[in-house]
């Protein structure tokens, strides 16, 4: 059973920190590529920050780049987003997304974790 299980979310202040995780299973994670998606109210979901297969590559929306960092740990099958410098902008269910890159390609979400950003 395929599962993608994030965590870390909350709420923080304007200026503060959060660390989310997203632990896979059921599947093959260290020949996925993972990304990190949000949706605010109101709003599309959108593209947040990825990281290859082996993790020597990532790449940011422009609006978090500088602040939020994408990383991985193929041995715990997690991938993990540290944020910093939280804007209220920033408030969304945060979603973590998987393409096990297969012959045909298998694509994996998971369920979200809410991040709110507020004094």
Do not use: H
């Not at 709420?11 to 989310?20: A, C, D, F, M, Y």
């Not at 590559?57 to 099958?77: E, L, Q």
């Not at 410098?85 to 979400?109: F, G, H, I, M, Q």
Request: net charge positive; with cysteine; proline share 4%.
């Amino acid at each position: 059973q395929v599962q993608l299980v994030e965590s870390g979310g909350g709420l923080v202040q304007p200026g503060g920190s959060l660390r989310l995780s997203c632990e896979a299973s059921g599947f093959t994670f260290s020949r996925s590529v993972m990304t990190w998606y949000r949706q605010a109210p109101g709003k599309e979901r959108e593209f947040v920050a990825g990281i290859s297969v082996p993790g020597d590559s990532t790449n940011y929306a422009d609006s978090v780049k500088g602040r939020f960092t994408i990383s991985r740990d193929n041995a715990k099958n997690t991938v993990y987003l540290q944020m910093s410098s939280l804007k209220p902008e920033d408030t969304a269910v945060y979603y973590c997304k998987a393409v096990e890159v297969t012959n045909r390609p298998n694509v994996y979400w998971g369920q979200g974790t809410q991040v709110t950003v507020s004094s």
